[in-house]
């Protein structure tokens, strides 16, 4: 937080990370509001306690959230998750970094009220994937937090393959990525998942699941991800 005076008012800045989404084709999807809705709910409750200001929704096909600069590590396991509930829609996501005025006193604790430049950079970033819609290596997901662009590019093209990898995954996949990220060991995943779908699976059975889904591949590329903006923007 970084206060300062403008105006001849005391005023506070706050470094955050803006994560802004577009539904490709949206006017096509029927019950758009309410498949929304109950998809980025889901997030919100996964994510509660690392959000600025939760994920909504602004004209049917826009989606956007705060993510505050002390829970950078959480960033990119909240875009999975925004990935995982909303597959049944095709997003442009764009991320950016920056500092935001905080609200005045009464105003309604929503992105849509915030202004600033990691707001024009994730919007900037959505913009780049409609532009490269066409190209070779067809991102759907677009950082623009660096001041210095090759950091940017690296990051994108390497969360190419990052999505690639996890599109693939079924239901069952990610909640065993759930209960990885909450410290389970292969053999209580397999002690878990028996008892509630019934399975006779084998401990070494669920290993070999996620070993090919490229979890730990992503998992580490992620904290590399996270280590890059520890060094560059933390």
């Known amino acids: 937080m970084i206060d300062y005076v403008r105006g001849g008012m005391h005023m506070a800045m706050e470094e955050v990370f803006v994560i802004t989404s577009d539904i490709v084709h949206s006017k096509d999807i029927p019950d758009?509001?309410?498949?929304?809705?109950?998809?980025?709910?889901?997030?919100?409750?996964?994510?509660?306690?690392?959000?600025?200001?939760?994920?909504?929704?602004?004209?049917?096909?826009?989606?956007?959230?705060?993510?505050?600069?002390?829970?950078y590590a959480e960033l990119f396991r909240i875009l999975r998750n925004l990935r995982r509930f909303m597959q049944d829609y095709t997003l442009r996501i764009g991320v950016g970094y920056g500092m935001v005025d905080?609200?005045?006193?009464?105003?309604?604790?929503?992105?849509?009220?915030?202004?600033?430049?990691?707001?024009?950079?994730?919007?900037?970033?959505?913009?780049?994937?409609?532009?490269?819609?066409?190209?070779?290596?067809?991102?759907?997901?677009c950082f623009k937090m660096f001041d210095q662009a090759i950091f940017n590019d690296i990051l994108n093209t390497t969360y190419f393959f990052v999505e690639k990898t996890t599109e693939k995954w079924k239901p069952e996949m990610w909640t065993i990525v759930d209960y990885l990220e909450a410290g389970h060991t292969h053999e209580k995943i397999a002690s878990i998942l028996n008892e509630k779908t019934g399975a006779q699976?084998?401990?070494?059975?669920?290993?070999?699941?996620?070993?090919?889904?490229?979890?730990?591949?992503v998992h580490e590329t992620e904290e590399n991800f996270i280590r890059l903006i520890k060094e560059m923007l933390i």
């Open 32 to 71: 758009l509001k309410e498949g929304i809705e109950s998809r980025i709910a889901k997030v919100n409750a996964m994510h509660a306690g690392s959000l600025k200001t939760p994920f909504t929704s602004l004209r049917g096909d826009e989606i956007q959230a705060i993510v505050p600069r002390k829970h």
């Open 102 to 141: 905080q609200l005045p006193k009464d105003t309604e604790e929503t992105s849509w009220n915030y202004n600033g430049p990691p707001f024009y950079r994730a919007r900037e970033a959505v913009e780049t994937l409609e532009e490269r819609k066409k190209s070779s290596v067809h991102l759907r997901t």
């Open 201 to 217: 699976k084998t401990r070494t059975g669920y290993t070999m699941k996620i070993n090919r889904s490229g979890w730990y591949w």
